[in-house]
């Protein structure tokens, strides 16, 4: 965090100058290391054992928060009999079908009753006829004692029983003293006077079980009383300005703005199919069609009406996974023509660089926009495989068009910080030459091909026709005025223009328009509240006139959480939000995150309905009964807890199961993707995991051209203990080469004792550490580390493996350029050994997973 | 008072009247010392805005005189940052108004060798035209089983996570109507 956040970890020391212990849980020996009471390092890819270890300690020592736990959590709720755990399977759940490589989730369910998860994979709900709330809450479904083998804590429990701290030990390479160091350091700081935090940076999601490396870290702070309460909480340190922006209002294939889910082809087919699967029948998501038809109002307008349900017939369906690694495999195999980066380059950043640049190859046509040309708008021209001679640009179709960008401080518009935080930049200058902002670049493209198809009748031109796309015209280049999109997004009234104050105003009769809901009220009173600048010094230490945070300005989420069952602070030190039995409504430093009005002591009915389900002691608003869940019985696609799997390309066999990887990652068998042994690859014997530097940014679009930065860090290095540099013959400034079955790259080396080597099961470990922020252009020039990562995935959200993979590494500059992705696998051998899996599972869902085994045959891409 | 000013001119007699015995304040300061200024003083206006690099979202002021930036500071307003910027952050000027900026279009023919310069509305057009065809060309209506797709499989997009929300909601919309779903983000990566 003191390398990549650094302004941000301004306030962890803030924390410790104020008495806060500070663990620094990471491979390395960093800056943060440096800085912090503890440093552990641990082998890169066994998280889930650490956490798992945390979450046993926390059981057996009874040192988990009870009165927050029965009472926020679901532990006393009953899961089905036919549940069978990891313990009872070596490693599988219950419901696993082999040959489709997929889970059917039925037997994790909460005993007679399927629940719609807040967020992951709803279509695994099985839908139809739905559950009424009030109908099945009700005593036998729940165990207060927490005493049932089948209630959630017990399994829980159980599930992390064999999590002990000599498991931790053979797994993380973490010794039991050290362990129990931070296992006590974190208790003693959680409960009603205290309060801890976990931080992470996404790299934590880079791995084929990243979800459930997050999903362990929640129950931990589940237990501890840790959600939703002042300097609690689990915080993603995101590496990019907007990029929480850039989920809520997504340019991601499987959402619409606001988390709603895009339709999926087989069963989505209608607007009332699409509700029912989405909408919940209790918590916030019965709210859900409000937010789905004023969405559609916002892009459809006046051709959207109540008898053509809102024009739900012009959104395009998924039909299984279209992500980016599913996509660029797709354009490898030329069959995909057109491709548009804005503001990225896959060439550099994302895995498997030369399967990427196979992919450009095969496209017609490739608009960058960016800076400069970027690698990814010149792979045809230098790439390393162009260099080796293996392809000339004269045999490359792709037609490339680069568009030189506007900068942050040549437009305006917000970023979404890390905190749900929206600010507002304004423009200071005017774009120089033709350089454009990308809302410029899609504005004036929408209207040339609205003016294309003009004179079309086609009814699959009529989406676009129909499509609102009249922004307010600024200057002589004509830049589209972005606060009148903030206005859209925020939303308004149809029949006065009323701007809204919040979601709750929005309505599903198509009066209200609302491009992304959780977003409304960010235009409240006609007043751009992003661009609000109150000094910090001039209001409170929440800062709610700084900005504005979605939802309602809330600093702090399900802050509910905050105050005890009857409403009253668990204690005054960590005092935040809590009932006023006077003015009987929720008040605080923040923006209460309940009904404003609903007491604690209020329960519902058995004829509630919706949000009328939400009891006074639901702080959990979002899920479906208004708890947070230690257990999922729905929505993630690997198993309701999580477990610890090695990742794909591991030195270790699995020392708790017999199922050594995640049985549902994702992977792309084939030639340009090989793949080592699963463990104990005797051609790639060493650990590898990449990061970032202080002085640049991811694939160095925004850095490796800017002189002062390359000056800090000029050149691509691979950093090593004295240890393996010993056994390695590697000398310190001097060069090494690594390579995967993908790809080799060299690096100067860095021999530092801030790279240890861990002994577990016997062995020596080693592992190397490999910055990605360079490549071949720019002022400051290297091999990029993901030459040699592969196209492997977590299966809930199709995001890569990168932090835990196995090398090779020896002295010298002996790399000939070598990719799979031209020339075949780097050593020859089976492509995929049965080895992978114990047991073996016949496929691994490419394309299709997500979709219920019993409930759909498609994924015809696939 | 002319006399008084003049022999406080003598440093050494300025510490002592002004009690200043290290002789490191105030009083040791020259005329010109004095007279120094920030480079930023004489901006013609200053713009609130936020450091474009990772997640944290530090304040940042942009300083403007005769329409170009002279300077990009951290804002001691902000609750998150206090005034301060990391060493990206305060690279940020070197970002925006670096020599490394492309200026043109650039256009590369298939099998082609080498970049062209093209007019910025020329390119456009091409952009327009290559979509239209493209997703005429590859467009699916329904699934053989009859579910609806009303989409292309044939055009894709991928996009950096330093754009504002605005853009990503133009992009969102705009490719959502024209039935493109392989809309990405580097939020995947």
Request: proline share 6%; aromatic share 10%.
């Amino acid at each position: 965090m003191a390398e990549c956040h650094p302004v941000g970890f301004r306030w962890v020391m803030e924390a410790k100058r104020r008495g806060a212990t500070i663990i620094h849980i990471d491979p390395r020996f960093t800056r943060t290391s440096a800085v912090a009471d503890i440093h552990v390092p641990i082998r890169p890819g066994s998280d889930i054992a650490f956490l798992g270890g945390l979450i046993n300690y926390i059981i057996t020592n009874e040192r988990w928060f009870r009165d927050y736990v029965i009472n926020y959590t679901n532990a006393a709720a009953l899961v089905s009999e036919d549940y069978q755990d990891t313990e009872d399977l070596d490693g599988l759940f219950s419901g696993w079908n082999a040959e489709k490589g997929q889970y059917d989730p039925s037997s994790w369910q909460y005993r007679g009753l399927e629940v719609t998860p807040a967020a992951g994979h709803r279509e695994m709900f099985s839908g139809e006829p739905r559950a009424e709330r009030g109908a099945i809450v009700s005593a036998e479904e729940h165990d207060f004692t927490l005493t049932d083998p089948l209630c959630v804590f017990q399994i829980v429990k159980k599930h992390f029983s064999r999590y002990t701290p000599e498991v931790v030990q053979e797994a993380c390479g973490i010794q039991p003293e050290m362990f129990e160091k931070v296992a006590r350091a974190l208790c003693d700081n959680s409960g009603r006077d205290r309060t801890s935090a976990f931080c992470y940076a996404v790299g934590w999601t880079q791995h084929s079980i990243g979800v459930q490396y997050i999903r362990t870290a929640a129950i931990v702070q589940m237990l501890l009383g840790n959600i939703g309460r002042p300097g609690g909480g689990i915080m993603a340190l995101r590496g990019h300005s907007s990029i929480q922006g850039s989920t809520d209002i997504p340019t991601l294939y499987n959402m619409l703005p606001g988390y709603l889910p895009m339709p999926k082809a087989s069963y989505d087919t209608d607007l009332k199919k699409y509700l029912e699967y989405n909408e919940s029948a209790s918590g916030w998501w019965s709210e859900f069609p409000k937010y789905m038809v004023s969405l559609l109002k916002a892009w459809y307008g006046p051709a959207a009406i109540a008898q053509n349900e809102w024009c739900y017939n012009y959104l395009p369906h998924i039909s299984g996974d279209h992500s980016h690694m599913v996509t660029v495999a797709a354009m490898a195999d030329a069959k995909v023509q057109g491709y548009f980066v804005m503001g990225e380059n896959p060439a550099v950043g994302s895995m498997n660089c030369a399967l990427q640049r196979k992919g450009l190859r095969n496209l017609k046509w490739l608009v960058v926009r960016d800076f400069a040309p970027t690698e990814t708008a010149e792979f045809w021209r230098n790439a390393p495989e162009i260099v080796a001679g293996d392809i000339k640009p004269e045999e490359i179709g792709t037609e490339v068009f680069f568009f030189p960008c506007a900068a942050h401080t040549e437009k305006d518009g917000t970023f979404t910080n890390t905190q749900r935080l929206l600010q507002w930049h304004h423009r200071a200058v005017e774009p120089p030459g033709d350089c454009r902002s990308e809302l410029h670049f899609i504005w004036h493209l929408g209207r040339r091909l609205k003016e294309l198809y003009r004179p079309s009748a086609e009814p699959k031109d009529f989406a676009l026709r129909d499509l609102t796309w009249d922004y307010r015209s600024i200057g002589a280049i004509e830049e589209p005025d972005a606060e009148d999109v903030l206005a859209e997004i925020s939303g308004y009234s149809l029949g006065d223009h009323k701007y809204f104050a919040g979601y709750k105003e929005l309505k599903n009769d198509g009066s209200t328009v609302c491009g992304c809901w959780i977003y409304c009220g960010c235009y409240k009173d006609g007043v751009n509240q992003p661009a609000r600048r109150k000094p910090a010094t001039q209001q409170t230490w929440v800062a709610p006139e700084w900005g504005w945070a979605w939802p309602d300005n809330r600093r702090l989420l399900y802050n509910r959480a905050s105050a005890d069952p009857d409403g009253k602070p668990w204690s005054e030190r960590k005092k935040y939000v809590w009932w006023d039995p006077e003015q009987r409504k929720w008040t605080g430093y923040d923006n209460p995150d309940f009904i404003v009005d609903r007491p604690p002591d209020y329960r519902p009915g058995p004829d509630a309905k919706g949000i009328d389900t939400l009891s006074g002691i639901d702080p959990f608003i979002m899920q479906a009964e208004g708890k947070a869940w230690l257990y999922d019985p729905n929505g993630l696609l690997d198993g309701p807890l999580p477990t610890h799997y090695e990742p794909e390309e591991s030195v270790l066999k699995n020392p708790l199961y017999g199922q050594q990887c995640n049985p549902a990652r994702m992977e792309w068998v084939r030639a340009d993707n090989p793949y080592h042994k699963a463990w104990g690859d005797p051609d790639y014997p060493f650990i590898a995991t990449t990061y970032r530097l202080t002085e640049h940014h991811t694939a160095g679009g925004m850095s490796r051209w800017v002189p002062w930065l390359c000056e800090l860090q000029p050149e691509m290095f691979i950093e090593v203990s004295p240890e393996l540099a010993e056994l390695r013959g590697l000398e310190n400034g001097g060069w090494a080469t690594v390579s995967t079955i993908r790809g080799e790259i060299e690096a100067r080396v860095l021999v530092t004792e801030r790279m240890q080597p861990f002994v577990q099961q016997g062995r020596t470990l080693h592992t190397v550490g490999l910055p990605y922020h360079w490549s071949w252009i720019g002022r400051s020039t290297g091999d990029a580390a993901n030459e040699l990562t592969a196209f492997v995935a977590d299966p809930n959200v199709s995001i890569e493996e990168s932090k835990a993979f196995s090398v090779q590494v020896v002295a010298g500059r002996r790399s000939r350029k070598r990719r799979a992705a031209t020339q075949g696998a780097l050593v020859e051998r089976e492509v995929a050994g049965p080895e992978r899996d114990l047991p073996p599972v016949h496929q691994k869902p490419v394309g299709q997973h997500g979709l219920h085994a019993e409930k759909t045959e498609m994924t015809e891409e696939s | 008072m002319a006399k008084k000013s003049w022999l406080l001119k003598w440093p050494a007699l300025r510490q002592l009247a002004n009690g200043d015995l290290a002789g490191l304040g105030d009083t040791a300061m020259s005329e010109r010392t004095h007279s120094l200024k920030p480079r930023t003083s004489t901006a013609d206006k200053i713009v609130g805005s936020v450091c474009p690099y990772c997640g944290v979202g530090c304040g940042q002021k942009v300083y403007v005189k005769d329409g170009k930036i002279m300077d990009i500071e951290g804002d001691y307003d902000s609750p998150i940052s206090e005034g301060c910027l990391c060493p990206k952050g305060s690279a940020t000027m070197q970002l925006v108004t670096g020599t490394h900026r492309g200026m043109n279009v650039l256009y590369r023919r298939p099998y082609g060798k080498r970049w062209e310069k093209i007019p910025l509305k020329q390119a456009m057009d091409m952009v327009a035209d290559r979509v239209k065809q493209t997703r005429d060309e590859t467009w699916e209506d329904q699934h053989e089983q009859g579910h609806p797709l009303r989409r292309t499989l044939g055009i894709a997009h991928l996009g950096g996570a330093t754009l504002d929300n605005e853009e990503n909601y133009l992009i969102k919309k705009l490719f959502t109507a024209l039935g493109v779903i392989q809309v990405e983000n580097q939020a995947r990566i």
